[in-house]
């Protein structure tokens, strides 16, 4: 369950992880849209996806939409770079209130996100970036430039296949 860019943000994203692809030898990232996760990937029988998606859509017209800003880019070192989210009090907020849905309404539970701080977050260079790649690869974008907005619209589920995250379905929020 996340929240995807619009056309435009998402296709310059997608550049900046086909350039880690080509020049850090990381494509991990994509395979998935970019996406700002809000609930971590769980396991759902396929049978069951559309009581899934109905579940979302309730939650999502309940919900406003959120104002969105993506500022530079971050890591989790020694593997992962990503573009930064501002933690906004909306973005916080519609994150734990769609964890505490799923639980209580789904039976959806991720211990691990419940041990840690929320780090919204845009992937670009996924865990299969060596570290010494990581290390290079850190220097060049630590202090490099970026910034867009947007509002969030919709809430979006992703679902697997097997060998990507594809988008599913979108929910669309209140405006």
Same mark, same amino acid.
């Given at each position: ?6 056309? &435009? ?6 550049? @900046?992880? #086909? =350039? ?10 994509? +395979? %998935? $849209? ?7 990937? *769980?396991?759902? $029988? ?23 800003? #993506? ?10 770079? =990503? ?24 039976? @959806? ?7 840690? $701080? *929320?780090? $919204? +977050?845009?992937?670009?260079? *996924? ?13 060049? *974008?630590? &202090?490099?430039?970026?910034? /867009?907005? /947007?509002?969030? %619209?919709?809430?979006?589920? #992703?679902?697997? &296949? ?14």
């Amino acid at each position: 369950m996340a929240l995807v860019p619009p056309l &435009d943000i998402e296709q310059q994203i997608t550049e @900046i992880q #086909l =350039y880690f692809a080509e020049c850090y030898n990381s494509s991990r990232a994509l +395979h %998935s $849209p970019p996406h700002i996760t809000l609930q971590p990937p *769980f396991e759902w $029988p396929a049978a069951d996806v559309p009581k899934l998606e109905e579940s979302l859509k309730v939650f999502a017209a309940k919900r406003l939409s959120i104002p969105i800003t #993506l500022s530079g880019f971050a890591a989790f070192d020694p593997r992962v770079i =990503y573009v930064d989210v501002v933690k906004s009090p909306a973005l916080l907020e519609m994150q734990q209130d769609l964890m505490s849905y799923a639980e209580t309404n789904l039976g @959806i539970v991720d211990r691990l996100s419940q041990t840690r $701080p *929320f780090v $919204p +977050h845009m992937t670009v260079a *996924f865990r299969d970036l060596t570290q010494e790649n990581f290390q290079t690869a850190w220097l060049e *974008f630590k &202090d490099r430039s970026l910034h /867009f907005q /947007f509002t969030a %619209s919709t809430l979006t589920l #992703l679902l697997h &296949d097997g060998s990507r995250w594809n988008i599913s379905k979108h929910f669309p929020l209140l405006t």
